[in-house]
């Protein structure tokens, strides 16, 4: 560090520790010096009035009075102390002795001693804070000796009400704190938030301001009537003229982000300068009545409350996180200070002495001060969140929030509730519009700010955000903060396209499977149709050509001497019929359409029980109308389904016993078949038979599927294998 930033450097130290010596000075020598509570004529000791509430009115004093002596001194030669002392005074003939009290000044000045120190350590601390803080930038040095030296002018002038009891030093450092400060405010808003005019014309109108400050430095001192109206008239101009050039430089030349800052400090300088001009500085200009220095206190202390929240809600001077961070650990800590505070005060209450019972206490709020403590800070945290930046601070957790909503984005109706519903919600944004492909172009008029979301290097959407809620437009941070949120939901968008690319494939999938599926359904279908055909014209033509055949045959065997050969071409007819006969049962079973579908079932039973060496046991129910009625689909279908278990039990399963169940119910049809051979293991997926070269239960599948039923299948290795099917009759 150089030499003249090292002196630069101790020389503000120094400054920010004149407030706080100066308001020790105040309280002690208030402390310490003592009055008489009574209104006096100092130069006759005359008493003018006594208030019925004093200490003068309660040891009987009177108006009228005049002290010849304090404890046998002549007046007036007054005591150093505070106390009681012996007072001979002179009422009208009479001389008496009355005790006359001396309180401190303090305790008749409270409520003025108060003001001036709440009002000056107020200045003091929101400009310290920022010199500690920041201070390398030039703006928050000149805040710093404003309110430095406004806070002593207002110290001394506040703490002090009656001018005769402040030394000649105090109105001395009163009138180079106002003058300093007023002209130190000028060269401020030249500064900031915008830079104001060029160098040259800057030193022009500083050194004028500066110069024009030690005149009417000199007139206040003068201690002439025209001298005082002479330094407050030319006060209130550098204050009207600083006031001119915020104005102008939120109109002309700030930022939306300035200007956001420049209303809560413009209102706070109107709030306080409005009523100090009106009762204070005009009056006196005037020589008329004005308030009591007193009155502007209140009125004053809104400037420094205006930069802290501006300093806490728009980041002035950039330390809002900071500040953020300090008042939540410094909420925290008070509270903890309460939950110990609470506790000790009623064990010293109650059970004073008892180190076991304190220890205890002290062990079990430090566990629970230790438990608590995160989930507390963060319970906290939101609230002061709320405090400084109206809900949606920390840019940080704005940004994580709806990235970690956007994530979970699986379609353009989420991802557009993200970007149009809770981005505008957080960041107190009018509105936002999400446009998609087509829509792209229809973007709304006074948008803020576009953002283009993109998906394999072509625009697909666009982002369009309106101003904030209060008309303003959005900061540099706001737009990077949406900078960071439109990379996010380009991501997003670019998930929600593949979902929908691969939804869309789903689909076609499903689409084709379902071609597929009513595709096998149909050549099922058609194969029962061409075999109830074939069935048919077997019957009706080559069939019933044989029967004929073998009869003329019959007729001729008599007649002719080669009968024997006759009855053996007889004989392979008959063969040839029962051959034809089966072929038209496999393509058709003549029980199925003439008796149904328990009959069909018995006649396969046991036709395959006598070709295959196997027993089937049989639960069939007896005739109903209901089981003869059934669908010829569904009828054929369950007869093929049972057809195929049998001739896949005889090729498979090496059983020695198979039960079927047929089960009818209110027009609903059950059917189980049960083997006990050796079973297999069931794949997850029954397609998968197929990739093996098993087509038998696929087709199964495929039959149960096509009428609409349910089928289930349990095996396993040496358990043999159960199928149940279910048909529910369509209502």
């Known amino acids: 560090m150089k030499t003249r930033e090292r002196i630069l450097y101790g020389l503000f130290f120094i400054l920010a520790l004149m407030i706080p010596i100066m308001s020790v000075y105040v309280i002690y020598t208030q402390m310490r010096t003592p009055v008489f509570d009574a209104t006096i004529d100092v130069e006759s000791g005359k008493i003018l009035s006594v208030d019925q509430e004093s200490f003068a009115y309660t040891s009987e004093f009177q108006a009228g009075d005049i002290i010849l002596s304090i404890n046998d001194e002549p007046y007036p030669q007054w005591p150093l102390n505070v106390g009681y002392y012996l007072a001979r005074i002179q009422r009208g003939s009479q001389v008496l002795m009355l005790e006359m009290p001396l309180v401190s000044m303090a ?88 830079i104001l005019g060029n160098p040259r014309q800057r030193r022009w109108l500083l050194t004028m301001v500066y110069s024009l400050m030690f005149v009417a430095l000199a007139c206040r001192l003068s201690n002439t009537a025209i001298g005082l109206r002479i330094t407050y008239f030319y006060n209130t101009m550098e204050i009207l003229t600083s006031v001119g050039l915020l104005i102008y430089a939120y109109q002309r030349r700030a930022n939306s982000d300035d200007r956001r800052k420049l209303r809560i400090i413009i209102f706070g300088s109107i709030v306080s300068f409005t009523p100090t001009f009106i009762l204070y500085l005009l009056p006196t200009i005037l020589g008329t009545t004005r308030v009591s220095d007193g009155m502007i206190g209140p009125f004053i202390i809104f400037t420094p409350l205006s930069y802290l929240v501006a300093i806490a809600r728009y980041n002035l001077f950039g330390i809002d996180r900071f500040l953020n961070r300090t008042l939540v650990y410094f909420v925290f800590w008070l509270g903890i200070l309460i939950l110990y505070l609470g506790p000790f005060l009623l064990i010293i209450r109650f059970v004073q002495g008892d180190w076991m019972a304190q220890i205890l206490v002290s062990a079990a709020l430090t566990l629970l001060v230790g438990m608590t403590f995160e989930r507390t800070k963060k319970s906290l945290q939101p609230v002061i969140d709320r405090i400084f930046y109206g809900g949606w601070y920390d840019y940080p957790g704005v940004v994580e929030k709806v990235t970690s909503t956007l994530v979970g984005c ?322």
Not at 149 to 168: H, M, N, T
Not at 550 to 568: K, R
């Open 410 to 731: 699986t379609s353009r109706k989420q991802l557009s509730d993200v970007l149009t519903r809770q981005v505008p919600i957080l960041m107190q944004l009018q509105s936002a519009n999400l446009l998609f492909d087509q829509d792209a172009h229809q973007v709304p008029d006074g948008s803020a700010a576009l953002f283009s979301l993109s998906f394999q290097e072509k625009p697909r959407a666009i982002w369009a955000l309106a101003p904030h809620r209060d008309k303003d437009e959005l900061s540099d941070i706001d737009r990077r903060i949406l900078g960071t949120l439109a990379s996010q939901a380009e991501i997003a968008l670019g998930n929600v396209l593949l979902i929908e690319t691969l939804r869309t494939q789903l689909d076609e999938i499903r689409a084709s499977r379902e071609a597929l599926s009513q595709a096998q359904h149909r050549l099922l279908r058609s194969r029962e149709d061409e075999r109830a055909r074939l069935a048919r014209d077997l019957h009706d033509g080559p069939l019933q050509t044989l029967i004929g055949l073998n009869l003329q045959l019959g007729l001729l065997a008599p007649q002719m001497e080669a009968s024997a050969q006759v009855n053996e071409m007889r004989s392979e007819v008959h063969h040839l019929l029962d051959d034809l006969r089966g072929v038209c049962s496999e393509l058709r079973p003549p029980m199925l359409d003439t008796l149904g579908l328990a009959a069909a079932l018995r006649s396969l039973a046991e036709d395959w029980s006598s070709q295959s060496g196997v027993a089937v046991q049989l639960n069939l129910p007896r005739y109903t109308v209901e089981l003869s009625s059934l669908p010829g689909d569904v009828a054929v279908n369950l007869y093929r389904v049972a057809q195929e278990a049998l001739a896949n039990i005889a090729r498979h399963a090496q059983a020695k016993k198979v039960d079927i169940k047929l089960v009818e119910m209110n027009g609903d049809i059950k059917m189980t078949i049960d083997d006990d051979g050796c079973g297999f293991t069931l794949p997850d997926e029954i397609g998968v038979l197929t990739t093996q070269g098993h087509f038998g239960l696929v087709g199964l599948r495929e039959r149960v599927n096509l009428i609409g039923g349910k089928l289930h299948l349990e095996s396993s290795p040496g358990r043999g294998t159960h199928i149940h099917i279910e048909w529910q009759q369509q209502t």
């Open 107 to 194: 305790s008749l000045n409270l409520l003025s001693l108060l003001n001036g120190l709440l009002v000056a350590l107020s200045f003091w601390g929101v400009s310290t804070f920022l010199l500690w803080r920041r201070y390398q930038q030039y703006p928050v040095r000149l805040f710093f000796l404003i309110t430095q030296s406004i806070g002593i002018g207002l110290l001394f002038l506040l703490s002090y009400p009656d001018a005769s009891s402040r030394p000649g030093w105090m109105a001395l450092l009163i009138s180079i704190g106002f003058h300093s400060s007023a002209s130190f405010l000028v060269h401020y808003y030249l500064t900031f938030p915008v």
